[in-house]
């Protein structure tokens, strides 16, 4: 699932060296100004080619030397979490040692001092290609009578991107596991993902949720694969099955059943052993049932399926490959990941698209230290290539189906993450060239149970989760029960703040993406103070990507902002934002403000600016929304936080503009619109003849309070700053609401005639309208719901002392006994008599500080949680609504759980546990803590209301 050293994702071959001179490759040949990107793809070396261990520079020099692949290199004597000489390999590379640079470490550490400033009022300058390089023709075919559906659409791919009819194609994709979800929550959480922005989801189908005892396939409850890709149909997503028969996910062995690792009958593990091969015919056989039907070329929404995971070995996915075919797995095309980088003799027309990632940490770490994946993932890449360790094969588009939507927190390393930590980290991979924002993970899961081990599933060592205790050997210390991942959707469905930041830039890119994977990036800017990249297109047409986020690295203000975009050989006339003629000349980017702006793009698709038809030819504000209606086409921006907005347009010779919300000025070709107060009314329209388009310009506050989807046979702009999320659904619109929400107003564009609360006709809500929009108000209040009574049954006993597991090397998580000592408490819960389930959706909060919590109901846990630091959003949840149909009497007034805390040690804290110094518990001058602050109870109501056009 991720990109790790104990995945192998570099692998670096000693081979005997070529001719290699010394002389070429040595310490003055770095450190190298890498501008900022950080290589964190390294693999530790602990011995030279002759295998002697490595003690000097130099032996750790001539090892890279060693490798035709070898490009960067350092000798780092005693580093935390590797041998003493890092080697970075890159395929590819002449077989020289002249390109040897230093590494750049994590947090940009070791990278040289950020230039000084610009001189005031200078401009921020890049000169364009003329024409960046053209799309070439994808290495091989797709197969055409898979790629075709009923219909007539059609998927294809270039080296620019996917292509959906021909026409460039940019979904928005995010991870969800079914076995992870309780089946009865499917469609409410692949709304609520839909909602998010999302185009497709992508499943990881682990093997041995499946068949845990040998030819006993279970497809039933939470392991329905066929109703879950039905089930997505139903709400309008496309699916990329993951269907391994080697995943990772931080599940139990990778997804390997127990009996293929232990029962000595499935030869070589993930390679072309026939017996290998014949074990996999069984699980990829009974899933071809499952999926039958459901491809692409039935009419189903199957778009693609992923072979493995992380493996070098291309030939066994080739057989891989085969075999699924074989059995009648047809998708429209198949993948695999980028990474690590695929052994000798890998074909340049490889039949699989590889997809790629990044994260914004490293949870599998060793580490006792902050981990920052890659400083570089907020940095905009001087050269697209150096985006990645590894390298997108010639000809294929660059896709990314894990690039982080949060991260796990293993029991040693305990990720603490902000909101703006992806959101910030996702604009940057897309203004780096990544053609498809594929997240992992988009939906925290709770994991299904063992059903080997029905009076002890819920222990380490038989959890179906990742543990120190796998018979597949010891790896990442997991919950056994949670897999929360901080994700935008959390483990229970929860949203949290990044799932309304992301959803950002998925409206853009959901409006303007087939021109956005038109353009190509960089090479980004250098030398200047902040981060910024263009990606231009063949017409003129760019998108200016400016990020001034860089997680737990808090950046200052930017001050005098100019941009200067030329062409080169002057093919189209210089744009620089602001105006030279605007009052002030120039604008602070605030601390923490990420956006993208357009440039030089048509404002009128049906009228081409080579037919007369307008040009925006800059935005200091982000697009949003176009949105067609009877009287034109609407297009919406959201205003950037602390920058004034200005659009500048080039009319022609054939459109006209109004403006009764900004003021106009003619400079030279462009007509200058400023003095733009956002909000929901119109601020100039534009037309050619008949067609017209009229603008709004939205308040920056509710740029994360907008959703975009069909709703009553429309295409819609919603609008609403009362709710968790709103859902379209048909003529349904499914509105999510916090229990201390009275009433809920939606903005919707173009307005519905008619809303009622759905199955009550006779009772119409109240409308009315705000600028554009027409307004549907709402009463949502949520019942009165006691707090649950605390009881504490058994105080904790001594802390533990936590072992380094003798494989791992990681510090191992507690085991049942151990558990046995734990505090003890009784939760109460209290539901009122009037109290509706399927209205009111009910979550428990525990706010805890110590090392690890445990949640039963009876004899079942529910989730568990390594304390890493997190208040409200990421904290320890249990979802009471959305567990209650797997556990009959957890939703009833006087259900109790109990709740199991470990006592932390401090002494941990600084040599076995790494928690981020910035969220510590206090430890008020004590050794050890434990400490249950509160448990309290959170509610989102349910309303859904029914529209009519």
């Not at 000169?127 to 390089?133: K, S």
């Not at 403000?593 to 357009?598: D, R």
């Not at 009784?826 to 445990?854: G, Q």
């Amino acid at each position: 699932m991720k990109l790790s050293a104990t995945c192998s994702i570099l692998v670096f071959t000693v081979m005997i060296p070529p001719v290699c001179s010394l002389a070429t490759c040595s310490n003055a040949s770095f450190p190298r100004d890498l501008s900022g990107i950080e290589c964190f793809g390294l693999t530790g070396v602990a011995s030279d080619p002759m295998g002697h261990p490595i003690t000097a520079p130099e032996q750790c020099l001539e090892t890279c030397c060693a490798s035709s692949a070898c490009t960067l290199w350092n000798f780092n004597p005693h580093p935390p979490d590797a041998p003493d000489c890092w080697i970075w390999s890159k395929p590819a590379q002449p077989e020289t040692c002249n390109k040897v640079a230093g590494w750049v470490g994590g947090g940009g550490r070791y990278l040289p001092p950020p230039p000084p400033p610009p001189p005031p009022g200078a401009p921020l300058e890049i000169t364009l290609p003329v024409q960046p390089e053209p799309a070439t023709p994808l290495p091989y075919d797709f197969n055409t009578s898979c790629s075709t559906a009923p219909n007539g659409d059609v998927i294809s791919a270039d080296s620019y991107s996917l292509l959906l009819n021909g026409e460039r194609w940019l979904p928005v994709s995010g991870e969800i596991h079914l076995a992870r979800v309780p089946a009865a929550q499917w469609r409410e959480q692949l709304l609520r993902m839909k909602g998010g922005g999302l185009e497709m989801i992508a499943v990881y189908v682990f093997w041995i949720h499946h068949e845990e005892q040998q030819q006993t396939f279970d497809f039933s409850g939470r392991r329905n694969v066929r109703a879950f890709v039905q089930m997505a149909a139903e709400v309008g997503l496309k699916v990329l099955m993951r269907i391994g028969p080697w995943d990772h996910g931080e599940c139990r062995n990778g997804g390997h059943p127990d009996w293929v690792v232990q029962g000595g009958t499935c030869g070589q593990l993930r390679s072309t052993d026939a017996a290998y091969l014949a074990c996999v015919h069984g699980w990829y056989a009974a899933l071809a049932q499952q999926l039958r039907g459901l491809y692409w070329k039935d009419g189903g929404p199957v778009v693609a399926a992923q072979i493995d995971n992380e493996t070098t070995d291309w030939k066994y996915l080739l057989a891989l490959k085969a075999l699924a075919e074989s059995l009648g797995i047809w998708p429209a095309f198949y993948t695999k990941t980028g990474w690590p980088t695929p052994a000798a003799g890998y074909p340049s027309d490889y039949p699989m698209m590889p997809f790629f990632g990044g994260y914004p940490d490293l949870f599998w770490s060793k580490s006792m230290d902050q981990n920052y994946s890659s400083a570089g993932q907020y940095t905009f890449a001087s050269d697209p290539s150096r985006a990645l360790t590894y390298s997108i094969p010639a000809g294929y588009p660059w896709l990314d189906v894990e690039i982080g939507g949060g991260m796990a927190s293993a029991y040693n390393h305990r990720v603490f993450l902000e909101p703006a930590d992806m959101a910030a980290m996702h604009l940057v991979f897309n203004g780096n060239g990544v053609n498809l924002l594929g997240y992992y993970m988009y939906h925290g899961g709770n994991n299904p149970h063992s059903l080997l081990y029905p009076n002890n599933r819920d222990a380490p060592n038989t959890t179906l989760q990742e543990s120190s205790f796998q018979p597949a050997g010891a790896q990442n210390p997991m919950p056994s029960e949670s897999y929360d991942f901080f994700a935008p959707l959390g483990e229970f469905g929860q949203p949290r703040r990044h799932y309304h930041m992301m959803r950002r830039l998925h409206l853009f890119l959901h409006n303007w993406g087939a021109d956005v994977a038109a353009t190509k990036a960089g090479p980004a800017p250098s030398a200047t103070p902040l981060r910024w990249q263009v990606r231009s297109g063949r017409h003129g047409n760019a998108f200016l990507y400016v990020n001034n986020y860089v997680r737990r690295d808090p950046q200052p203000a930017v001050p005098l902002v100019r941009f200067s975009l030329s062409y080169a050989n002057a093919s189209h006339a210089t744009v620089t934002i602001p105006s030279n003629r605007s009052d002030p000349h120039a604008f602070t980017v605030a601390p923490g403000v990420w956006f993208v702006w357009p440039v030089n793009l048509p404002l009128m698709p049906t009228v081409a600016p080579a037919s007369g038809g307008p040009v925006l030819t800059y935005a200091t504000a982000q697009l949003v929304a176009r949105v067609p209606a009877a009287t034109g086409d609407t297009v919406f921006f959201a205003a950037t936080e602390g920058i004034a907005v200005e659009l500048a347009l080039a009319l022609g010779n054939t459109a006209t503009i109004t403006c009764p919300g900004a003021t106009s000025t003619t400079e030279g070709a462009l007509t200058v619109l400023r003095k733009i107060v956002p909000g929901t009314s119109v601020v100039a329209r534009v037309a050619v003849g008949t067609a017209v388009v009229q603008i709004v310009v939205l308040a920056a506050a509710d740029s994360d309070n907008l959703w975009n989807d069909h709703l009553a046979g429309q295409k819609r702009l919603l609008l609403s700053r009362d709710v968790t999320t709103l859902m379209p659904d048909g003529n349904t619109l499914h509105v999510r609401t916090r229990g201390n929400t009275s009433t809920a107003t939606v903005l919707v564009y173009p307005p519905v005639a008619t809303a009622h609360v759905h199955g009550t006709v006779t009772t119409p809500l109240r409308t009315g309208t705000d600028g554009i929009f027409g307004t549907v108000t709402m009463t949502t209040a949520a019942p009165e719901i006691q707090s649950p009574t605390v009881t504490l049954v058994q105080a904790a006993g001594s802390p533990r002392t936590i072992p380094i597991n003798e494989h791992s090397h990681k510090p191992q998580e507690p085991t049942l006994d151990e558990w046995g000592a734990a505090a003890k408490y009784s939760i109460k819960l209290h539901l009122p008599n009037s109290f509706n389930a399927s209205a009111t959706e009910v979550r428990l909060n525990i706010d805890y500080e110590a090392d690890a919590a445990r949640v039963y109901f009876g004899n079942r846990l529910l989730t568990d949680n390594w304390y890493s630091g997190f208040k409200g959003d990421g904290a320890c949840e249990v979802g009471i609504s959305y567990l209650a149909e797997e556990n009959p009497g957890l939703l009833v007034d006087g259900a109790e759980l109990t709740l199991l805390l470990l006592p932390l040690k401090h002494v941990d804290l600084l040599t076995k546990i790494f928690i981020n110094d910035n969220v510590w518990p206090d430890f008020g001058g004590k050794d050890t803590l434990l400490r249950l602050n509160a448990v309290t109870t959170r509610l989102i109501q349910y309303t859904d209301v029914t529209v009519q056009a």
